[in-house]
């Protein structure tokens, strides 16, 4: 069975210093790897996904996430963060087979940034 | 944009009434599910379903049901609402067309007094 830890509970960051966010599974094959982000009181909105190929991967808002299948990791990392980028960032992982099996979500890391 | 929608964005309601949870997607999955939320913690799958007629509970225990009689229509119901299910319900949804990106809806909030 699949699973996800995201070790850092709380990260706090000051707006233009450079974030990442880690993000550990576990799972035998090849995964399907999420980044989501959650502002309060809404939905989950899909950043970023690895499926296969390049192992850095684009998303939207300026992230980008590296998959090391040696370190069983895809960390989130942007560059230069904005005070806008305060919210709930959750991993997740899927069996990369039929995707019958749901999504396993990690704990999520909460982003607080400051001036 | 995804085009999943859930009604009620938010819902008060007194202990002991039966209560129905909309959520309706455009996009023709197959596969949807329902988590529960609370505030600034992880999510918790409750139900989930792999198309039509097809309803499984998820890891976290919950008194809720669902029923899945057309494919983009996916309600939850309690029966009995009592305070211990003031939580936030997403709804969520995904298939192969769509590279099994899972999309969320926007949430309902529910508060049992």
């Known amino acids: 069975a699949q699973s996800v830890t995201q070790p850092d509970i709380h990260i706090t960051v000051s707006e233009g210093a450079s974030l990442e966010l880690r993000c550990n599974y576990s799972?035998?094959?090849?995964?399907?790897l999420f980044w989501y982000v959650q502002s309060p009181g809404q939905g989950l909105q899909l950043l970023l996904k690895y499926f296969s190929g390049d192992t850095l991967v684009q998303g939207i808002k300026g992230f980008e996430a590296e998959f090391k299948r040696s370190q069983s990791s895809f960390n989130l990392r942007k560059p230069s963060v904005h005070w806008s980028d305060a919210a709930e960032y959750f991993c997740?992982?899927?069996?990369?087979?039929?995707?019958?099996?749901?999504?396993?979500f990690g704990k999520g890391t909460r982003l607080s940034v400051i001036a | 944009e995804a085009d999943i929608y859930q009604t009620p964005r938010y819902l008060v309601i007194g202990t002991g009434k039966k209560i129905t949870l909309e959520c309706s997607q455009t996009m023709g999955h197959d596969k949807m599910y329902w988590y529960q939320q609370d505030p600034g913690m992880e999510l918790h799958l409750i139900h989930y379903?792999?198309?039509?007629?097809?309803?499984e509970k998820g890891d976290l225990s919950s008194e809720s049901t669902v029923s899945r009689i057309r494919t983009e229509h996916f309600p939850l119901t309690l029966e009995s609402a009592r305070p211990s299910h003031t939580s936030q319900y997403l709804c969520a949804s995904r298939s192969r067309e769509h590279s099994y990106e899972q999309y969320f809806g926007p949430g309902t909030r529910l508060t049992v007094t």
């Open positions: 379903s792999y198309g039509v007629n097809s309803t």
């Open positions: 997740a992982v899927g069996a990369g087979n039929s995707g019958n099996t749901p999504l396993v």
């Open positions: 799972y035998g094959a090849t995964p399907y």
